[in-house]
């Protein structure tokens, strides 16, 4: 089963900048998968952040457009999501998560709604993103 791992959570002042990444193990093609971030705060629901799609399209959500970019390096098999302008209640753990391309299409070809499906193929163990104002 291919594996991802995030990194590059920490705690930052509102107003500053963290780029996470996710790692997928050899032999996971980013290609054949769309790929996304999801973020749950202690008490809400697990929240989608931002997706990218096998032929490079990107979605996000509207709490974070304008903030935050996702992109992926296909040769190097690494996801990352650029955060500016970080906000307290961008507080959460993030998670990276992939929905193989033929199911994403089971569900409209969203990864956001595969997610709120539980449709989701695979998932790290998150890094934790900490906003102090």
């Known amino acids: 089963q291919v594996q991802v791992v995030e990194s590059g959570g920490g705690s930052v002042q509102a107003g500053g900048s963290l780029t996470l990444s996710c790692a997928a193990s050899?032999?996971?093609?980013?290609?054949?998968?769309?790929m996304g971030w999801f973020r749950q705060a202690p008490g809400k629901e697990r929240e989608g952040v931002a997706s990218i799609d096998s032929d490079g399209s990107t979605s996000y959500a509207e709490s974070v457009k304008g903030r935050f970019t996702i992109s992926k390096d296909n040769a190097k098999n690494i996801l990352y999501l650029q955060m500016n302008s970080l906000k307290p209640e961008d507080t959460a753990m993030y998670y990276c998560?992939?929905?193989?391309?033929?199911?994403?299409?089971?569900?409209?070809?969203?990864?956001?709604?595969?997610?709120?499906?539980?449709?989701?193929?695979?998932w790290g163990q998150g890094t934790l993103v900490t906003v102090s104002s």
């Open positions: 050899s032999g996971y093609t980013f290609s054949t998968y769309y």
């Open positions: 998560a992939a929905v193989l391309t033929v199911r994403a299409q089971l569900y409209g070809g969203s990864w956001f709604t595969a997610l709120r499906k539980n449709a989701l193929d695979a």
